[in-house]
């Protein structure tokens, strides 16, 4: 059973401030999600990715398949950022219809 | 753009109860999934479904519970008798391509 763990579990920054949002995780994968949940509660996907980066907007993602490891970057962070940011993997490795273990989630909080 | 839609938005039962929640994922796709989250916790996978059978559950997924595709567009999770304990919210996604999930808004219920 893959583990996943995120860091940090709180972020407060200012608006404008480059965020960094870092995940591992247990068993090997072939993709990786990271999800926004607002209050409320709905859940966004943001990206899947399997290798390298990609990039939506101020949002930038990047997987390192071999370290088993994630970031998820924004850039130029403004308050709508606010939001819980919650890393997935895949349950088993090679898992196609698997569920998602999911991190515990970041809380951050953009201050104007 | 196409969206999983999920009813009711919030269901109140009494414990011992039997509740229905509804999805209709998006047209075309071919993997379902149903997630819990209970408050203040992270969300935790419950069951997957491919090619009109599970393809896997998690040991919160006990003989309570039971998942049906009864007509092609709607996809429904069944808790036979609730307990206060199930009380969450109840997320599905579905995916049309391995590894995809696209999420709903989610079912709030409440065990009383």
């Known amino acids: 059973k893959n583990e996943v763990e995120q860091s940090p579990q709180n972020l407060t920054a200012q608006e404008g401030e480059f965020i960094t949002i870092n995940c591992s995780y247990s068993?090997?994968?072939?993709?990786l999600h990271w999800l926004q949940q607002h209050p409320g509660g709905g859940i966004v996907s943001l990206f899947m990715l399997s290798s390298g980066k990609k990039k939506h907007g101020r949002l930038i993602a990047t997987i390192n398949i071999q370290e088993k490891h994630s970031s998820l970057h924004i850039t130029a962070s403004h308050p709508r950022d606010s939001a819980v940011y919650i890393c997935a993997a895949p349950g088993r490795a090679g898992g196609g219809a698997d569920g998602l273990t999911f991190g515990k989630g970041t809380h951050l909080i953009i201050q104007p | 753009e196409p969206e999983v839609t999920q009813t009711p938005s919030h269901q109140v039962t009494q414990m011992g109860q039997e509740v229905i929640l509804r999805c209709v994922p998006i047209?075309?796709?071919?993997?379902f999934y149903w997630y819990r989250q209970i408050l203040g916790q992270k969300v935790e996978f419950l069951v997957s479904?491919?090619?009109?059978?599970?393809?896997?559950k998690s040991e919160i997924f006990d003989d309570q519970f039971s998942v049906e595709r009864p007509d092609g567009s709607n996809f429904t999770l069944k808790i036979r008798s609730t307990k206060l304990e199930d009380s969450a919210m109840y997320f599905c996604?579905?995916?049309?391509?391995?590894?995809?999930?696209?999420f709903g808004p989610g079912t709030r219920l409440t065990v009383t």
């Open positions: 479904f491919y090619n009109n059978e599970i393809s896997e």
């Open positions: 047209s075309n796709h071919l993997y």
């Open positions: 068993v090997g994968i072939s993709a």
């Open positions: 996604a579905s995916g049309g391509v391995r590894y995809e999930q696209y």
